[in-house]
Structure formats: structure tokens, C-alpha cells
């Protein structure tokens, strides 16, 4: 972290407004593409990400400069994004013993960044919410598992059935514009 990171940082903890610009203007672009991964249109995201900067700013003398900032700012999205979508919808609860296994993977590379984005956002929500927490952002299962409140089964279902739409999304787009 960079001593004008470091000055941002404490002049939010001191609630200077010209410091909570500063942030704002770093980081909001990287934020708002957060919001859009997980929201299912551009209305949701922007209510999201503007919450979620207002509860960073409520929330950031919180912040010890242990790790990464950046890091510790995209949790705060991705939990604010993940309980949007907790407090209005009800997540099925699989606990069958249908078989995960190996699909076969997309070939990312043949697809443009919108058109992807556009098949991610397709994805019901609950698939969408799994497959950005595991497949974007990293989480394990288990952490998949206690940050939405279903069984990790659950979880790996939800990636599994959202991988196989993407997949079949994108290679009928490719399969139509041959």
C-alpha cells in the first residue's frame, strides 16, 4: 500500500469528505464491476454499489492495515451483494447426491468479455451468486456455504448447473453466428 493509499484511508477514518472522494474515484470503477457480477441488471447494481460505499465509509476505521485494502473493500461488495439478494429471494435447498463430476470446460478465449458477462448474468440468481463467489472470486466451497446459508452440496450443485447453462449459453451463441 502506497503512502497516499494509506493518507486516503486515514483521512476516511477521519470522515474528510475530500478523502472519501479520493477513495471513491480509485476504486469505483473496480466496485461497481463487482456489483454488476452479481446483480441481475445495471438498476441493481447501482443500488448496491451505492449502499455498499455508503456502509465502507461507515465501516472503515474498522480497517487496520492488516492485508490488503482493496481486498478488505471487495468483501464489504461482495457480502452487501450477497445479502441484497438473501433478504428478497429463498435458495432451494439440493441435498441429493447427484454427481458433480468433470465437465468440460468453456473455452473462455473464443468469447468476448461482454458476451460472457452477458451469459453469466442470464444464470438464475442463485447460480450466478455461486458461480461469481467460486469461479471469480475465489471462495471455497465451504465459504460459499456460510456466507449464502446452504449446505456446501448445495453449492457445488449450484456451480455445477451454472457452468453447464454457460457453457450450452455460449456455444449456441457460436453455434448461431456460424
Known amino acids: 500500500m502506497t503512502s497516499e493509499d494509506s493518507e ?33 441488471n445495471k438498476a441493481d447494481a447501482e443500488d448496491i454499489f451505492q449502499d455498499a460505499f455508503i456502509k465502507v465509509f461507515n465501516v472503515i476505521k474498522q480497517f487496520n492495515f492488516v492485508g490488503s485494502f482493496e481486498g478488505w473493500l471487495r468483501r464489504i461488495f461482495v457480502n452487501y451483494a450477497l445479502n441484497y439478494y438473501r433478504s428478497g429471494k429463498k435458495y432451494l435447498n439440493i441435498d441429493d447426491d447427484e454427481t458433480i ?11 468476448t468479455r461482454e458476451e460472457i458477462l ?27 456455504s456460510v456466507q449464502m446459508e446452504i449446505p456446501n452440496a448445495t453449492a457445488r450443485v449450484l456451480n455445477f448447473r451454472a457452468k453447464a447453462l454457460l457453457k450450452k449459453a455460449l456455444l449456441d451463441k457460436e453455434n448461431f453466428n456460424l
Request: proline residues 3%; glycine residues 4%; contains cysteine.
Open 101 to 111: 463430476g468433470s465437465e468440460t470446460a468453456v473455452v473462455w478465449a473464443r468469447f
Open 8 to 40: 486516503i484511508i486515514e483521512g476516511c477514518k477521519k470522515q474528510k469528505p475530500m478523502s472519501q472522494k479520493a477513495l471513491y474515484e480509485k476504486y469505483s470503477a473496480k466496485m461497481f464491476a463487482v456489483c454488476l457480477r452479481y446483480s441481475r
Open 118 to 144: 452477458s451469459a453469466v448474468n442470464a444464470l438464475p440468481d442463485n447460480q450466478r451468486l455461486v458461480f461469481n463467489l467460486v469461479e471469480i472470486e475465489g471462495f471455497s466451497y465451504d465459504e460459499v
